[in-house]
Each structure stands twice: as C-alpha cells, then as structure tokens.
DNA sequence: ACTTGGTAGACTGTCTACCAGGTGCCACAC
DNA sequence: GTGTGGCACCTGGTAGACAGTCTACCAAGT
C-alpha cells in the first residue's frame, strides 16, 4: 500500500527534518534501477551485492527487497531469493483494466468535490499539456499526464484510491511506457472534457469520460502491441489488422 | 498482497510443502492478535515483546512489522517504532467506497468471464448463504457472504482486482463487523439478483448491482454509527483534537 | 546415452551481539 | 505550575556466524 506519509497533519506541523530511513532509499534505488533497466527483468538480486553496490548493510536491503516483493516489482523465491519481476502478457491489459476502474471512480468522487481551486489547477494542467503535446515536447507531456490524473485521484479525497492508483500507475509505467506518443492529441481532448465535467460536478458524466478515457488508452496499448510484434502471435493475429495507425517507432 | 503463486503451471505439478518463512508467520500472528484485539489500538509495539512474545529474534517481527505497515494495519514513526493503526473516523468510509469501485467493476469482468462452473458455484454460495441467514447463524452466514463476493472478484481475473479487494476486505472486517446482522436478508436478496445478472452475461447491470449492494453496506454502517454514537469513543484521542464532527443523528 | 549420486559453492533465513542516536518520561529546579 | 536536564528505553543500522537449501557440475553406474 505504501501509505506515502501525508499524514493529514494539521497544517503547519511540519516536522522540520525527517532522517529519512535508510530502507526507504534503498526502495527508492532500486525500483529506480528496475524502472531503467539497470536491473534487467528476471535478474537475480543478491542481498549482498546490492547491499555493497549501494553502501549500506544487508538488513535495509531486505526490507527494501521485501516491500518490493509486496507490490509486485519482485519475485521472493524462498531459500533463493529476489528476481525482478517478468510482467505476463495478460498483466500489463489487467493494470490498464484496474486502473480504469479506480480512476473513473476517481473522477466521479473528484467532481462530487471539487473547489474552485482544485478545477483551477485542472485547467492549467490541461493548458500546459495541451501546450507541451503541440510542441512536441513529449517528456513534458507525459509529466502533465501524470501530475493530472495524480491531482484528480487527490481530489476524490480517498486515499486507498490514491494509494493503489498510485501503485497502478507506477507499474503501468515500468512496463509500458511507449504509449504516450501514439494518442496525444485526442488524449487532451479528453482531458479537456473530463475537466469540463468536473467543473460541472457532474458525477457521472466524469466517471463516464475518465473510463473512456482509459480504455482508449488501454486500446492503445493493444494496437502498439499488434503492430510491435507481428512475429508468432498465438492464433489471435487475424483479428484485424485492419485500421493500424502505425506512425511513431520509438 | 503476496499474490499467490499460480504460475499457470501445468495441471499437477504441484510443488511439496514449503516451510513457510518465519515473517511471514509472524505477520499472520500479529494482524490475527490486532484483529481479535489482544493488540488494542494506539498501542506501541515493541520489537523485543513481540519477539520473545512469538519465540522469534527481532528480524522477522520488523520484517513483519514494515509489511503491516505498508498495509495500513500499523503506523511506523521512524525512530519510535509501530503502533496499532488507530482508525480516523472517515476511513471506514473511504474504505467501503473503494470497495465499492473494486467490486462493482469486479462483478462487471465476472459476468463477462462467468463460465458454467462458476455460476453454478455462485448459486449454491447463495442457497448456503440464505439458509444461514434464515436459521439465524450469524457466523456462517458472514463467512458465506465473504466466500461469495470472494469468488467474484476471483471471477474477474484480475489480480490486482482481487489483491486489492481482499486487501480492502480485511481491514474493513477489522474495524468494522457488525454490520452483518443488521441488513442480512435485503443482502442475499441482492446477492441473487446480482448472480442472475451474471449468469446473463449482463455486464452493465451485475456492476450495477454490486455498486448498490456496497453502498447500501455504507448506509447501514453510517446508520449503525449514529445509532451507537451517543457514547463514548475508545482511545481514539490521539486524533487532532480540531475537526471532529460529531453528532449527526441521522 | 541417460540416470543416479555426490560434491561444492552460493545465498538466504535467522540469530546474536553491539552501538549510535532519538524519544518519551520523570524528577528536579525554578 | 512550568521548564529543563537527565535517564532509560527503543529503534535503526552494522557485523558476523551458521544452518538449510538451491543450483550447478561432475563422476560413476546401468
């Protein structure tokens, strides 16, 4: 769950320093390594080495590798130890299915209880990203992506929703990256009129866009995957290949 | 989490028992002592008790403790040690709405993916359940209520659906039982509307159902809460004395 | 050629001991 | 009554040890 600490102190209780612990680095490093590919996908992780590589002892490696297990980034063979997760080919469709789901909830929550404020800072993503995408930035573009959709699962005020839509969205994007690119400008489209709903309060209307929203995404995914991979595909190939908008490598 | 195996491995091949790591156990003793309350809320849980406690060193029970950590059941303050999670009065709440976007969607993949087996599995979960309800076992019926929608979420097959789901499930169980008995027979009602939807294959209505059945859940919560209020709370002073908003009577 | 048995090395899981630093609490001083 | 200093406790992290187990490899038997 990672419950990130945001502990709904009451503002201003700011403790001023906080030594992070040395376990939680170690996570930080290493889902980093896994996310760039420094740790390749089924590789062995030894305790050691990486207690060395990284400076520290055994004990937060452990840890760090433990929490990684729970969320999916390893796998912990007993008596063997981690390997990096190998994502199945269904489970990448499974996180996108997911998601939909918690987002559009998010969505329908966000518009029950969005300020003024909180559609403010909407529109302003969607102007910036909106401004990113026609420039090309796509970095940039993808950041605003995520600060959105990240600022619209905040407002739905649950934080079990942000929290697994957060751990969704992580993984979605170690193993899937390449999608951006290919949908951008509809994806803002969409942005748009999701927020539009929000600022209207209208509940279903924004649940309805978001899943959409989602499932294109998850679309997406599935035609990036056809057209990537043409090779030996197992007897589903000859679906459609019938409209492919195959620009953009990568 | 700790997504069970199921490598799609062939039929049979089933691996021998594996001794169970001693964390793991000792993750289960300690939500099991929370849960039942021999751990009460808001108590500090010290590492050494709790080893000498289970028989074990401090290793696992802080392996143990950072899992229970990152899963909400205990709150970690670096430099202090765990204390037993102390619901906020919201959380149930927010608990149940997540649920109910899990499960809703739950539903919607199950009546997609319902095989023949599954149905008639559904049906009889139903028959038991009402026979429960209707000889007055409270118990049996709680247990049948959770095998049912259980076996939905594993119907979806999405694993993260049901990750996140049983994990939701358990904690709402943990701080919040009785509502079993209030609304029993309206809920297997619900449950065979909800089975037939199902085995129709009708996405849209199964998700519909499921969604009202979990609010209605909700409902009888807030209403069980306001009708218990009047008293006083347990313990849970540690919570910002600001905000409280009490006393609403429904 | 294929299986069986044995051996060796590597790594995990767990334990013990130890230490530095932070936290909460209490008693004492004002 | 309110600070303040001190003390005991506890955590977070380190180091080393050891048994159990997993993998790999090699050699001998069939």
Redesign the interface.
Known sequence: ???MSAD???VGARHVK??T?L?ESVYEALTEMIIDGTLERGRHLVEVELASLLGVSR?PV??AL??LN???WVDLR??FGAMVHVP?EDEVD??L??R???E??SAR?AARHATKDDVAKLRELCKVGTAFQESGDIDGTVRTNGDLHNLITQMS?????VD?AAQ?DRRVRWYYTPVAPVRGAASWREHNRLVKAISEGDEDKAAQIMREHTEQTRKAYHELQAASAPAEETATAAASPARRRRRSTI
Chains 1, 2 share one sequence.
């Not at 005020?157 to 929703?161: D, I, K």
Request: glycine share 8%.
């Open positions: 769950m990672t419950t709904a102190e009451p906080r030594p612990p376990r004990q452990r840890e433990q929490r729970n969320e999916g007993p008596g199945a499974q996180l299915a997911a939909a789901a918690l559009s909830e929550l005020g649950n934080r079990f929703l697994f969704v």
